[in-house]
């Protein structure tokens, strides 16, 4: 797994119904061109993308083509499903170190009390 999904070589398609796994594939990222990879994804029909890091642009160009997005995700990533599938995957232990809250969205300072905190 790719800490930063811009420039992750591969990237992991699972299938879930009814929170259940069906199919599990990996496959390549051979664009490097972020609209490339975006088209990627959709041609894929990936509904969901959880990954470590992610820059904004991506993350917006994704968002705006119907895929949600839950950045600063680290784990296992049979437990990263199992999260996903049950809806625990806000839980503080899937937190990359340096992000936070409910989008994981990166902050300086930190996190206080789960309300975002900024110190500039």
Same mark, same amino acid.
């Given at each position: 797994? !790719?800490p930063?999904? $811009?420039?992750?070589?591969?990237?992991?398609?699972?299938?879930?119904? $009814? =929170?259940? #796994?069906? !199919?599990?594939?990996?496959?390549?990222? !051979?664009?490097?061109d972020?609209?490339?990879?975006?088209?990627?994804?959709?041609?894929?029909?990936? %509904?969901?993308?959880?990954?470590?890091?992610? !820059? %904004?642009?991506? #993350?917006?160009?994704? *968002? #705006?083509?119907?895929?949600?997005?839950?950045? =600063?995700?680290? =784990?296992?990533?049979?437990?990263?499903?199992?999260?996903?599938? *049950?809806?625990?995957? $806000?839980?503080?232990?899937?937190?990359?170190?340096?992000?936070?809250?409910?989008?994981?969205?990166?902050?300086?300072?930190?996190?206080?009390?789960?309300?975002?905190?900024? $110190?500039?």
């Amino acid at each position: 797994m !790719s800490p930063v999904f $811009d420039v992750a070589g591969q990237f992991l398609v699972a299938e879930l119904v $009814d =929170g259940i #796994e069906v !199919s599990r594939r990996e496959h390549p990222l !051979s664009a490097c061109d972020v609209q490339q990879r975006v088209a990627q994804l959709a041609e894929l029909r990936v %509904q969901t993308l959880i990954c470590g890091a992610i !820059s %904004q642009p991506l #993350e917006a160009l994704l *968002t #705006e083509g119907g895929i949600k997005v839950y950045g =600063g995700i680290c =784990g296992h990533v049979d437990d990263v499903l199992k999260a996903f599938a *049950t809806g625990t995957l $806000d839980d503080s232990r899937f937190a990359m170190p340096g992000w936070c809250g409910r989008r994981r969205r990166r902050v300086r300072g930190g996190c206080q009390r789960g309300r975002w905190r900024s $110190d500039g």
